[in-house]
């Protein structure tokens, strides 16, 4: 495996940015996929366990959520390749803000003012960590 | 017992996202995403075992945190998310050898202090 130093090139940049959106937008649309799921779900308690587990199987939503966190997990794992841990962390974090938004105007929940005061914090930390560089100590290089 | 829930959770999902990342540095810069390069990448997480550990006890800090939910309310449970950044952040030098700047220290602090306010 060769050892380079760190040089972000354009495309470097791009493909960073690429995966810090699909990180955020997949974690963010498939929780939200989920809690439709749950919405449209009976009450565990009120039916049968059988006919609990036959409505979960057949419930769109479901799959469609559960794919995404595929995708969120397997573009996390591959971003971890090149960029360090707690660049990825802070910077991801602006998702908070994404489902503060899409329980507001999707699902229609009440945000309060401090988790509005909230999101505009994480927001300040996402930006301070995002002008950092990606990697701080030589990677490797795909072969 | 809802404090064992918090400790499990944290514990396991830091040491889930560190092995996560150690292991996958092994692999290198992925810089081919066409149809092998993708065939390429997830053989290499299910077959590697730091990854594999690293995303088991991700899914036992996700357990922990349904856990919690049924003893605890929300708002008690995302901070301990955010304690969790932290612990991560503190421990990303000796496991990881990564650099944390003053100003990257800022924004994990900010980021979790937004996350207590926001569970409100």
Known sequence: ?143 | MKWFWVVMCVLSGTFGDLWSAQGMQEHGEIQNFRLHGLARILRFIATHKVVLTGIGANAVSFISLLALLSVAPLSFAVPATALSYILKTLLARPMLGEHVTPRRWMGVVLVSIGIVLISF
């Open chain 1, 1 to 143: 495996m060769n050892r380079s130093v760190p040089q972000p090139a354009s495309s470097f940049k791009l493909k960073n940015r690429l995966f810090i959106a699909l990180i955020v937008l997949s974690n963010c649309f498939g929780n939200l996929c989920l809690a439709i799921a749950m919405r449209h779900m009976p009450s565990i308690s009120a039916v049968p366990l059988l006919s609990y587990l036959a409505a979960l199987l057949t419930n769109p939503w479901l799959f469609a959520g559960t794919a995404l966190l595929a995708v969120w997990m397997v573009s996390t794992l591959s971003m971890y390749t090149w960029a360090d841990l707690t660049y990825i962390l802070p910077v991801t974090a602006s998702g908070y803000i994404i489902t503060a938004l899409l329980s507001r105007f999707v699902l229609n929940e009440q945000i309060s003012p401090l988790r509005w005061a909230g999101s505009v914090v994480i927001a300040l930390g996402v930006v301070l960590v995002s002008e950092t560089p990606e990697r701080t100590k030589p990677l490797g290089v795909e072969e």
